[in-house]
């Protein structure tokens, strides 16, 4: 099982991935949400200057939210700057498309544009949208074609983890799904949560903090996929103030402070009991229950556990996070 990291996008994210490398964690995705973080491939390229060995990579791309050639060349680079050391995932986009009241792309779409990606990094020329294209960068622009690059599918459905066993090296799953992951050498879980002390509480200050984010993501991805939000703990709550702001305006409510801390909403929802479900939708608990449930996740075919921390205290989450997961790794020898 590797351990890696996954921040949601910020300037101080080049400062993070440095730290995630010191602690052992094997590789640093950063989320693609233009409405909230700055650009993901500066920041990757940053840190890709302080680091030496920790894998980098967007995780996941919003293909909708640039032409292939961008993507391509902004990969390209940062091959250039991390050898060896870059992959990429892509998704049809859940907050960095639908922050901004988009539609996510279509699987079509997003097998079109996977193809385009990689034939463009093979050096090959490729169609797209009615007109061929291929890279030409000179030397010194980018490194020589072919450029392998391994690429991921976020995906939770057959039609994703269709288009993933046709065109990816491996699948980026997320909300605990694990059922397709047995079908990938290469499967990759993004989780949220954090390590409680002896007898801490649940809806403590700290955890609030630190798995609050997380915990609200099931509330968010619940009402954008059309799943009933009142089933959840304070749910109603939350959805009755989601509901106060206009119709066109909703989306903007719901992904305030997206996977970065509570936004009104969340807050109210938690102090109604949201974070009862804790347990259930993040990997939060004591270190030897984090290492059980790190276990269960690679008995079911998870090969990377891709943990992204939040609240003030970044990096004592990454340390007892990855010491707990490490813990069930090496119990195993």
Do not use: C
């Not at 305006?249 to 479900?277: F, M």
Request: no cysteine; aromatic share 8%.
């Amino acid at each position: 099982m590797k351990i890696s990291a996954q921040f949601a996008t910020s300037l101080h994210s080049p400062a993070d991935v440095e730290v995630a490398e010191h602690l052992g964690y094997d590789r640093a995705w950063l989320f693609d949400t233009p409405h909230e973080s700055p650009d993901v491939w500066m920041m990757l390229a940053l840190a890709a200057e302080r680091t030496t060995t920790i894998g980098l990579g967007p995780g996941v791309l919003v293909p909708t939210l640039r032409h292939p050639m961008v993507n391509a060349s902004a990969a390209a680079a940062l091959a250039a700057l991390a050898p060896g050391r870059v992959a990429v995932a892509f998704g049809v986009g859940f907050a960095g498309a639908r922050a901004m009241g988009a539609a996510p792309a279509t699987w079509s779409y997003v097998r079109d544009y996977v193809r385009a990606f990689r034939g463009l990094l093979s050096g090959a020329r490729v169609e797209w949208q009615g007109t061929r294209m291929q890279m030409m960068h000179p030397v010194g622009h980018a490194p020589e074609r072919p450029i392998d690059i391994p690429i991921l599918i976020s995906a939770l459905g057959p039609k994703g983890v269709e288009v993933a066993t046709e065109l990816a090296d491996g699948l980026f799953t997320v909300n605990g799904e694990t059922r397709y992951a047995a079908q990938f050498s290469w499967a990759a879980l993004g989780v949220h949560g954090t390590v409680l002390a002896d007898g801490e509480a649940l809806d403590s200050v700290r955890v609030q903090a630190a798995a609050g984010p997380g915990n609200a993501l099931a509330y968010h991805a619940a009402y954008e996929f059309g799943g009933d939000v009142t089933a959840l703990p304070g749910g109603d709550v939350w959805l009755d103030i989601i509901n106060q702001s206009p119709p066109q305006d909703r989306h903007l409510a719901v992904h305030d402070q997206h996977l970065v801390a509570l936004n009104h909403a969340d807050t109210a929802a938690w102090a109604a009991g949201s974070w009862k479900a804790i347990r259930q939708t993040t990997v939060t608990g004591t270190a030897d229950e984090i290492g059980q449930r790190v276990s269960e996740l690679a008995a079911a075919g998870i090969t990377e556990i891709i943990y992204q921390p939040t609240g003030p205290d970044i990096i004592g989450e990454l340390e007892t996070f990855r010491t707990a997961a490490k813990a069930a790794d090496l119990s195993k020898h």
